[in-house]
Each structure stands twice: as C-alpha cells, then as structure tokens.
Antibody, heavy 120, light 107 residues
Framework: QVQLVQSGAEVKMPGASVRVSCKVP????????RHWVRQAPGKGLEWMGR????????VYAQNFQGRLRLTEDTSTDTFYMDLSSLNSDDTAMYYC?????????????WGQGTLVTVSS | DIQMTQSPSSLSASVGDRVTITCRTS??????LNWYQQKSGKAPQLLIF???NLQSGVPSRFSGSGSGTHFSLTISSLQPEDFATYHC?????????FGQGTRLEIK
C-alpha cells in the first residue's frame, strides 16, 4: 500500500498561482508514475498531467498547457503541482495519484485531496 | 484526445440487484480501460485495471469486461457499501481521459 499525503487547503485570488505538494513516505518516486487529477464541485474527474517513472518526463493535458508545471524533489519523496493564472473555473479538489509500473497503467493510489478555492 | 461516454449517467437499484455500467470510447483502446469507485466526499479508488483485472482487495462481485471501444463494469449483487459514483478512464493514449461518471443510488 502506498500512502500519499497532500498539503492543506488553499484560497487564492483570480490571477494568482497555487502550489500543492504530495509526499509519498517510504517509497521511491522513480518507481511510480506520478499524476494529478482534479474534480470541480459536483463534476467528474479531470486528468491534468503526470511525471513518467522511466525518464522523469512530464506530460500535460491540453487544457493546462502553459499553466501547469509538475516537479518533484526525490530527496524528500515529494512531488508538486504548480498552476498559474487561476480563475474561478479552477476551484476544485486536487488529487495527487501514483501508478504502479505495469502493462496496463492505472491510477492506483490517491492522496486525500487538496481543496483549492479561487475567489476575489 | 480520446472521448469517453458512460451510460447511464445515474442509476437507481436495490440491494441484491445485478447492475451493469457501460463505457464507450471514441476510438479503439484495446484493453487499456480502468474503473474507479468514488464514495461521497472521498478520493476515488481503483477497482479494475486492464479492462478485467480486479485490483487487490476488491470484492469478487465486481467484474469488468470488453475491449476496443465498448466496456462494462458489472456488480453481481449490490451491497449497501456499493452505492457510489463509478468512473471509467483510458490509459491507451498518453493523455489520459475519464468518463463523466455514473452515480449509483439506492432505490
């Protein structure tokens, strides 16, 4: 079992940026795919992007191109999501997720979620 | 992007019922289809990966089938703890996508 611990809730003004962290204690990040998924209130799940385990390359969903940056600090087993130019549509629960390396990649383990509220 | 369409969007059923939720994709994805269960106020949990492989710890009343563009999630005998929202997701394309979700409610 892999436990993911996310940073706390954030309230941001429109136009600001937010950083959410995800710590994976006791596991080597490079052995897992690392993803971010968000869910707006009352809506479905939206995959945002990932860091690949094989080479550390980042892949971003087209909706977030230019606004999203995924990074990691392997010394602390923590990965990060930075989202810029926030607007009210970015109000959502943000989940970090890790995937086991296998033929059929899936989103195996989920953090508890971090609520980001964008409001003036 | 690969578009995902789940049906129905919502479903009412009783304890003990057999229910099936379907997921169709805009193009063939082989077996690269996963299912998740999400209870109210909680993070989703992986149920099935690779169309039909049960995640460790998931009860055997859950099963998945299908390939190509048409997939199904079946719960053979609904239990009270199964009332939740179910999501399909494809991992065939490098850009993952989800279905819109199916809410399973108690009749």
């Amino acid at each position: 079992q892999v436990q993911l611990v996310q940073s706390g809730a954030e309230v941001k003004m429109p136009g600001a940026s937010v950083r959410v962290s995800c710590k994976v204690p006791g596991h080597t990040l490079s052995e897992l795919s690392r993803h971010w998924v968000r869910q707006a209130p009352g809506k479905g799940l939206e995959w945002m992007g990932r860091i690949d385990p094989e080479d550390g390359e980042t892949v971003y969903a087209q909706n977030f191109q230019g606004r999203l940056r995924l990074t990691e600090d392997t010394s602390t087993d923590t990965f990060y999501m930075d989202l810029s130019s926030l607007n009210s549509d970015d109000t959502a629960m943000y989940y970090c997720v890790t995937g086991v390396v296998r033929q059929f990649v899936a989103l195996d383990y989920w953090g508890q979620g971090t609520l980001v509220t964008v409001s003036s | 992007d690969i578009q995902m369409t789940q049906s129905p969007s919502s479903l009412s059923a009783s304890v003990g019922d057999r229910v099936t939720i379907t997921c169709r994709t805009s193009r063939s994805i082989g077996l690269y289809l996963n299912w998740y269960q999400q209870k109210s106020g909680k993070a989703p949990q992986l149920l099935i990966f690779g169309a039909s492989n049960l995640q460790s710890g998931v009860p055997s009343r859950f099963s998945g089938s299908g390939s190509g563009t048409h997939f199904s999630l079946t719960i053979s005998s609904l239990q009270p703890e199964d009332f939740a929202t179910y999501h399909c997701q494809q991992s065939y394309n490098t850009l993952f996508t989800f279905g819109q979700g199916t809410r399973l409610e108690i009749k």
